[in-house]
């Protein structure tokens, strides 16, 4: 189960709080969700992943998708707070070079 909670726009910025797993199950709602705050207001988008337990080869796919949705707009995507199992994924196939991860 996922929950992503929108937190609003601070610092110009529209953050997501995502807690949970999310898998090829619920990646299309997630990006859908996100979409839905994003196509109201294009800003950088920043999620706070501190509660994220779990992501998969899908997801990883959404979070590209994000991503170029977001840079074709001259947007930026930070993901913060990932846990270490959580990170690994995103270094073993490179994507912490083409988005920042803190």
Do not use: H, R
């Not at 998708?65 to 270094?91: E, H, N, R, S």
């Amino acid at each position: 189960m996922k929950e992503v909670n929108f937190q609003g726009l601070n610092e110009n910025k529209l953050v997501f709080t995502l807690t949970g797993d999310i898998d090829a199950g619920n990646a299309e709602n997630f990006y859908n969700d996100v979409c839905e705050e994003y196509d109201k207001a294009p800003s950088d988008l920043l999620f706070n992943c501190e509660e994220l337990d779990f992501i998969d080869s899908t997801t990883l796919g959404t979070f590209v998708k994000i991503l170029k949705k977001a840079k074709t707009d001259g947007k930026k995507m930070t993901l913060v707070g990932l846990q270490p199992k959580v990170k690994k994924l995103f270094v073993i196939c490179s994507l912490d070079t083409i988005m920042e991860i803190k």
